[in-house]
């Protein structure tokens, strides 16, 4: 019985005689048949999810890094700037107390002139996967003008 010669839906779900005379559908062969496929599907957008979350977390953990960096060097070099008075060793003693109060490390303070450029890097945390550390530069000193 080909799919034209069953008569409308009307008259399928009509006539009560109509269904006896329609043979079930046949079995798919265990070959074609699908079923478990949708649970491999969202098993596989579960991995794809969960790979794309750790990896958003450890872009994160890094940019936050960066900012602790920049914020660090930032202050360090305004309190060697403030502390040029007392000389350059001691401009740079005090930029080293303020990274470390900030749990980061000055790798270096370069003094020229009144200006004062401080580097410090800050450690990124990222579980097990040791990156470089979180490195950032500032320059504190006179207004030019």
Not at 42 to 58: Q, R, W
Not at 67 to 78: E, I, M, N, S, T
Not at 105 to 114: F, I, Q, S, T, W
Request: net charge positive; glycine share 12%; charged share 20%.
């Amino acid at each position: 019985m080909t799919w034209w010669s069953r008569g409308s839906w009307r008259a399928r779900t009509c006539c009560r005689g109509w269904r006896s005379r329609l043979k079930p559908w046949p079995r798919s062969s265990p070959v074609c048949d699908e079923g478990g496929s949708a649970t491999l599907i969202a098993a596989a957008m579960i991995a794809v999810l969960v790979t794309v979350t750790v990896g958003g977390s450890y872009v994160g953990a890094a940019v936050i890094a960066r900012h602790r960096a920049q914020a660090a060097a930032d202050l360090a070099a305004l309190a060697a700037a403030g502390h040029l008075a007392t000389g350059d060793d001691a401009a740079c003693g005090q930029a080293s107390r303020i990274a470390e109060a900030m749990h980061t490390r000055v790798v270096g303070c370069v003094v020229d002139g009144l200006d004062v450029v401080v580097t410090v890097d800050a450690r990124v945390a990222l579980g097990r996967w040791g990156v470089g550390p979180a490195r950032a530069g500032a320059r504190a000193g006179p207004a030019e003008g």
